[in-house]
């Protein structure tokens, strides 16, 4: 029944990374790259739909894949609703939240595609904790100001993985640890897992926590309603600062970690300053974290394609080890945690879930 094949989709900024699985053994993988020419052609990240598809269907077509041989397709979920960790058919109102929503995120092109792909084929359509995972305590949405909540929007799926990961390499099952998991990428989050609940996470698209390679973090709210106020900028123009246009690519011009390092090697003392800001920052956001656990924490987790890289880590360790033991795996076991979720469902080990638009957690 493992043996099912599975096509796993995952769109990013810059990159639709796509895999072919049987069971769990991959057989066929790629990361297609988009040139910021081709994407800049496009005014909005939906308006996308039609180029990633036709790159993912020229790539498997490139390579004889036969279509007709498979059993699902599974995508990264988007900016829906909040709801529960689990996999989620994708339905014609999934996609058309996702068509005409005004958050836009690469991740809302992952349900979009995979039922594009899946529907014409008669096999279903899948997405798996996407970014909207709501799991937070009570107690982690109160702010200061009692119209604003904090939401809960993190790299739920890659988090997930790592987390169950860690979980096993401490010989325990993930329902049983207390992690902090650090998702460093273009975006970054740092999220409380309590036995197996992620309790409290920044929110990692919408101006929370760390400074990363493409966003603005959190920002000193006095300044920002200063610039807001300012009429030197539209929402657009300020949106843009805090979600893509902030963070590492502001102040140095790339949002690559290894040109930073590149510049850092030649003697740039601003590089070196803005590098060692961003893993002050991480730092800060784990540590920040500790309390949630009132010292009973097993281990700190850190991944995402950051962890690949061993000056930025070597800088945040030693700020946190301190507060319990690290374990690292670099990169993102994402494409494996959406075939395995997809596999769940179509063996009957796992209900699949139906995304109704409660605008509500769960």
């Keep these: 029944m493992r043996n099912k094949k599975i096509l796993t989709i995952n769109p990013g900024s810059t990159s639709t990374k796509l895999a072919l699985f049987s069971g769990e053994e991959r057989i066929l993988s790629s990361s297609i790259s988009h040139t910021t020419e081709e994407i800049s052609q496009f005014s909005k990240i939906i308006d996308q739909k039609e180029y990633r598809t036709s790159m993912v269907l020229g790539f498997l077509k490139e390579n004889d894949f036969e279509f007709n041989t498979l059993d699902a397709v599974v995508g990264r979920g988007g900016l ?14 999934m996609v058309d939240f996702l068509t005409t929503t005004h958050l836009e995120h690469a991740s ?35 702010t200061g100001i009692p119209e ?23 010989g325990k099952k993930y329902e049983e640890c207390n992690l902090i998991v650090a998702h460093l990428g273009g975006g970054i989050s740092v999220g409380a897992h309590k036995q197996g ?28 309603v200063e610039m807001a106020t300012s009429g030197d900028y539209s929402i657009g123009q300020l ?74 880590i070597e800088l945040l360790i030693k700020r946190v080890e301190f507060l319990a033991p690290i374990k690292i795996f670099p990169g993102e076991d994402e494409m494996v945690a959406l075939c395995r979720g997809g596999l769940r469902v179509l063996c009957n080990e796992e209900e699949v879930k139906t995304w109704t638009n409660s605008g509500g957690k769960g």
Aim: no cysteine; charged share 20%.
């Design 148 to 170: 604003i909540e904090r939401k809960s929007i993190f790299h739920a799926l890659n988090q997930k993985a790592a987390a169950r990961e860690a979980a096993k390499s401490l």
């Design 197 to 224: 609940q992620v309790v409290d996470v920044n929110n990692a698209l919408n101006g929370d926590g760390p400074f990363s390679p493409e966003r603005a973090g959190a920002i000193p709210a006095w300044s920002l």
């Design 239 to 312: 949106k843009k600062k805090l979600t893509g246009g902030g963070g590492i690519v502001a102040h140095l011009g790339t949002n690559d970690l290894r040109e930073v390092n590149k510049m850092i090697a030649t003697g740039d003392k601003k590089a070196q300053m803005v590098f060692d800001a961003m893993a002050y920052n991480v730092a800060k956001e784990i540590a920040s974290l500790s309390p949630v656990f009132a010292g009973n924490l097993d281990a700190i987790v850190l991944t995402g394609g950051i962890a690949h890289n061993g000056e930025f």
């Design 80 to 93: 829906l609703t909040p709801l529960k960790s689990g996999t989620y058919e994708v339905s014609h109102k």
């Design 108 to 142: 809302n092109l992952g349900a979009i595609i995979a039922l594009s792909i899946a529907e014409p084929l008669g096999i279903p359509a899948y997405i798996v904790d996407p970014v909207v995972v709501d799991e937070l305590d009570d107690i982690a949405r109160i």
